[in-house]
């Protein structure tokens, strides 16, 4: 099970005609709260004008104000559950989507509208 632990990188895929990532750093935790800081995003490529390619969290950068998430469990939608490894925790931001821990993959995204 991905679970969100103080000191590690989550991440939020969202948009609707655009596909939009960002990175937060985990802070803290309880068992049922989150608190989180938005991370700013370092393109790994890109296109020729910067509008599309991959991204991943600048650990060096500037962090946002820490702010608290309820922690919800991807198995909760299932009333027979889930195995756990694809099972994980997310926080829901509404009209955007699901912050979940971060794989530690490099992210898609474009801003094309």
């Given amino acids: 099970m991905k679970l969100f632990e103080p000191g590690s990188i989550a991440v ?3 948009g609707a005609t655009m ?3 960002d990175f937060f750093e985990v802070t803290r935790r309880t068992k049922k709260s989150v608190w989180l800081r938005k991370l700013q995003s370092q393109n790994e490529t ?5 509008q599309a390619g991959t991204c991943k969290p600048d650990l060096e950068g500037s962090r946002g104000q820490e702010f608290m998430m ?3 469990h ?3 939608m ?3 559950g889930l195995p756990d490894e694809e099972n994980h925790e997310y926080a829901f931001v509404k009209y955007q989507g699901s912050i979940k821990p971060w794989d530690g993959k490099a992210k898609r995204f474009d ?3």
């Avoid at 890109?46 to 910067?50: E, K, M, P, R, V």
């Fill in 12 to 14: 939020m895929e969202w």
């Fill in 19 to 21: 596909s939009l990532v």
């Fill in 46 to 50: 890109q296109d020729h004008w910067g």
């Fill in 70 to 72: 309820r922690i919800k």
């Fill in 74 to 76: 991807r198995s909760d």
């Fill in 78 to 80: 299932y009333p027979n």
């Fill in 111 to 113: 801003t094309y509208d």
